[in-house]
DNA sequence: AAAAACCACGAAAACGGTTTCGTGTTGATA
DNA sequence: TATCAACACGAAACCGTTTTCGTGGTTTTT
């Protein structure tokens, strides 16, 4: 019962005309009689014909594929950032190929090496958790001299030449900190993770230099530095305990949820005697009760953008382009765990 | 400064043989001497030699892509679901392309159309509300006539025959019924959305039954159904202030943290006055405050076997199969929005 | 009426592989 | 020494397009 879908061949026999010449009337060619080209155009349209887009892909060596790599993608903010593309791409008529490296530098190796041959005109990813600790950047390095071209976002590296787009997070995290000191907060707790991801460092560089700006000092003891995976409650419990902050900064969603539940516990509330602020605008934060107050990273807009950059680049004729960063800027969402 | 990328052609030239030799050399055949088989396989590893996709893909008519087409990405179940797709697919060597339909016929049917023309070996969907309203199922029908397998997760219709994936959803809100009524509650609201869902549907079913198999008559009074986007909250919070249940299920995860916001609102006490249960174990369930009693989707595990099932059926020889349906069986989550 | 121009179309190469079949060379067999 | 496998490799077709470059036939120009 198979339809067996139809090539150009099939019009060409059927017709009694060459393979060339279905070719040129499907595309309307001047060199085509009217005559000719209706009658093919007519058939095509009758057999319900569209080309193959491999044979087409090999032909012009461009897939109209775009390769998306992430850390992970049971995680809101990556999935804001995969819409973005999607509505950008779709809309220029690319398609999008998910892959999950799943935090691991050997899974973003394989994933890349098995897309860059061939299956994509160009990358948009965001480093794994093994890459940012093990700073290998090689594979990166090789497709890009291959002529492939990356767009980076969010997690981000100095060590490759290529197009970027990312948040401001040091400014997000100054934004936040600074709104807890104006209200009087003293002792802002910060809740960060382990130093080798980008972000989380460039966070905290903002939470010092906001409390530096205020004439306060980094006090090491009012910072707790967690492995972002497997988090432990307690861990942040015991912390929380021994020091007793009038304010809690938190790089991530979750950690800031956590925060608040541990001060809860103890019977403050929040954000009368505890204010908190976390990153990342999503579902946890906006449903939390009391709401969270966060710094929106726009995940979508950067999605747009990172397809954007990848898009003009890989249309682009001269490859002489200079390589761009994007930087956004983040946006404080007030809610109730601060005191507006 | 580009290193363009090795071709067999390449090869072949500089090492002065054919190209068939180096493809059969490359692929270890008894047909090569040691001698020209060693030295190839040297050069071509010195040059990281890596075939192109896109001509193994023309040449043997697969792809060793899945085309995954989903309502929306910003979704916890459907996140879970794709993970379990990526883990099982990549481990098969297979990429996956990720399009979104956000709820909309048109978008299904342009992404499907897109993909159809041989950028896939077969689908994996979920149908957007568009398509379960319109009950317009011709463009699967077309697909499958051509001869590409489709598997069906969790949003199905009886209209297609092929492999199917999905959750006894009648049985998990039987389970969560069930529940709520064994701990002595009488009065269930059910927090439910527009009746063209068929998970919706199979969901009230289950509700319904398990109060006639208690002895309860279906109260109409004690349904709400809303629109599944642009969430009123204030509807939900007059319906519940209208008839004051003693416990909640909910068809979603994020009807139930609305209810259970609305009754702490009114100083009610969750579980104690009210139970609440809703579906979908995401973030939200997880860390709501009290944690949300949900009934588990498994979308990972669906995920999983989608793949399973398509990757087969992609690779069998027979296309004789008979079509599966696959159904979960629902797991509930026990947590402190009801009582223990 | 011969030369030039134009029209409408086809042949063939190319994209980068795989695979079937054929063939020249070698060594063993009768 | 003639015959025949076995061996090691190459030619060519094929997957489905696009595109360049002919070319035979008609029309226009001089």
Chains 1, 2 share one sequence.
Do not use: W
Request: aromatic residues 6%.
């Amino acid at each position: 019962m198979l339809k067996q879908k139809i090539t150009l061949k099939h019009i060409a026999k059927e017709l009694d005309v060459s393979i060339s010449t279905v070719s040129k009337a499907l595309k309307n060619s001047e060199e085509i009689s009217r005559d000719t080209k209706e009658k093919i155009q007519a058939f095509a349209k009758l057999y319900n014909y569209k080309p193959n887009n491999i044979a087409i892909s090999l032909k012009n060596k461009r897939t109209k594929n775009i390769g998306v790599i992430i850390p992970d993608i049971v995680h809101h903010f990556f999935t804001t950032v995969i819409r973005g593309i999607e509505n950008y791409a779709n809309a220029k008529g690319y398609n999008v190929i998910v892959c999950l490296s799943d935090e691991s530098f050997d899974k973003e190796v394989i994933n890349m090496e098995m897309l860059a041959n061939g299956s994509i005109d160009g990358f948009i990813m965001s480093l794994s958790a093994g890459t940012e600790k093990k700073k290998d950047f090689n594979h990166l390095k090789e497709v890009t001299e291959q002529g492939i071209p990356i767009v980076l976002f969010d997690r981000v590296t100095d060590e490759i030449n290529c197009d970027k787009v990312l948040i401001d997070d040091m400014q997000g995290a100054y934004k936040a900190t600074k709104k807890l000191l104006d209200q009087g907060r003293q002792k802002i707790a910060l809740l960060t993770t382990e130093d080798f991801f980008s972000v989380s460092r460039n966070r905290n560089k903002g939470y010092e230099k906001a409390l530096k700006d205020n004439g306060l000092g980094l006090d090491e003891d009012l910072v707790l530095r967690l492995p972002f995976m497997d988090i432990d409650e307690n861990k942040i419990s015991e912390f929380l305990n021994a020091i007793n902050p009038d304010a809690i900064l938190s790089v991530n969603e979750i950690f800031g949820i956590y925060g608040m539940r541990v001060v809860q516990r103890k019977g403050l509330r929040v954000p009368e005697d505890v204010s908190i602020i976390g990153f990342t605008d999503g579902l946890l934060a906006k449903h939390a009760n009391p709401s969270l107050t966060s710094v929106a990273q726009h995940g979508e807009r950067m999605g747009e953008i990172a397809a954007n950059m990848l898009i003009e680049r890989v249309e682009s004729e001269s490859d002489e382009v200079a390589y761009r960063t994007k930087i956004l800027e983040p946006t404080l969402i007030e809610r109730d765990s601060t005191i507006n």
